[in-house]
DNA sequence: GACTGAAAAATTATCTATAATTTGAAAAGG
DNA sequence: CCTTTTCAAATTATAGATAATTTTTCAGTC
């Protein structure tokens, strides 16, 4: 049987708690109550604040010491850093991937894009754009970098998640194959060019307020 | 009185514990045995827990679940990414700031580069030479990527204090006098190209091995 | 003498309990 | 009616206790 016992109970708890506050399921400013949450996962509350340190570390909670943990907000500035950081250190990672690129990852690479473009909501997209990005960067093999700019596409799916909280249409992605084509033409600088733009494509969507009004929503859609 | 409220105990061990393995008086691979550090704060362990979790997140120790949290191992290749990832996080952060640097700043970095010319041992210089980047980088008001920065320039430090246990020698720092200069005559394109190349310069320094040889050290010198 | 394995010691991960602080609601005053 | 004060309930932060696991020790064997 499959013993996880490289899982602590704290790092289940980051995991599933991280999940829910990118999704939107969990609001910005909404507060985390550690006896509330070990209640739930039947645990003491002691892995919970673990889980705390951890989710504040990424980002995506905030700690106020004796006056608990909230969900962390954001606004459209945070988009833009996000957008920013995420150019610089994913240039980064494909100028060092791209010559360690084989043509099996390109196509399992093309394959992730296709997925995105047929995706029916923005969830299945989320996933598969995710996918393409990670697939194309990770033979840099630099770990610290990679961690980096995972925490970057947590941060961002949750802007995406927060923006089109319905109504996702069908597009397809000339950027992702526009970079295909560029690394397999072996034109590394190029592709890391277009990358660089991608990431830093803002898109906006109408968002119901819970008061019914409409505002506009910003974010990150590559 | 001043009241550090503000301060959990978890805070302040986390804190306490960068330090020691920064300067590396905690040698990479070192257990970090909770009780012992409990006992040494006067605490209880869970504090010392929380304060794992955060110095995971930094990179500074890593956890093996149940076998216990050990000071993290580095190696050149991982000198030469951290260098990467502060010139692009560094040029991104100097390029939003340059617009919003004042005189006043400018020579207070100005000051901090004679500091550290100055400085008497690798410390010093280290702390004048944190100063003279965070001047300059601080007023581009982008709170994650600073926070991302400050973590880039603890592991740095590391690197440097590792290489350069004794054996300081006094330089003037050309780059940063370079950087000012453009700065001041307002071409941030040029002060950021600088910048980029200034923190990938790696530098090297013969270092005695435990058993009495010597090797070579590699550390980042910007 | 090096290797194996069982028992002991140390250590981690978690739970339960307690003290301290904050939040929120009700009562008193302007 | 709104503001302030007071007090109770909720919540956080930490301590102390316990179970589970790993590491170390040390004797026995090849």
Redesign the pocket.
């Known amino acids: 049987m499959a013993k996880e ?1 490289d899982d ?3 790092s289940r708890i980051s995991r599933v708690l991280a999940d829910r506050i990118i999704r939107g399921e969990l609001a910005p400013d909404a ?6 949450i ?1 209640e739930e996962f ?6 919970v ?2 889980a ?1 340190r951890r989710l504040e570390a990424q980002g995506l909670a905030i ?7 909230r969900v962390a907000s954001f606004d459209l500035k945070e988009v833009r850093e996000v957008a920013e950081m995420r150019a610089a250190l994913e240039g980064l990672a494909l100028k060092h991937a791209a010559p360690h690129l084989t043509s099996a990852i390109l196509d399992e690479a093309e394959q992730a894009t296709r997925d995105g473009d047929a995706a029916a909501d923005v969830y299945a997209w989320e996933e598969a754009n995710r996918r393409f990005h990670r697939l194309i960067l990770a033979p840099c093999g630099m770990a610290r970098l990679l961690a980096a700019i995972d925490d970057l596409h947590a941060a961002s799916a949750r802007f995406l998640f927060s923006a089109w909280q319905s109504g996702w249409e069908k597009r397809t992605d000339h950027d992702h194959r526009a970079i295909l084509a560029a690394l397999r033409q072996g034109k590394a600088e190029e592709a890391a060019a277009i990358l660089q733009k991608h990431v830093q494509w803002i898109g906006r969507a109408p968002v119901r307020t819970p008061s019914g009004s409409t505002r506009e929503a910003f974010a990150i859609v590559g």
């Open positions: 016992r602590t109970i704290a507060r985390l109550r550690q006896d509330h070990a039947g645990t003491s509350h002691v892995p604040r673990e705390f700690n106020l010491p004796r006056r608990g943990v």
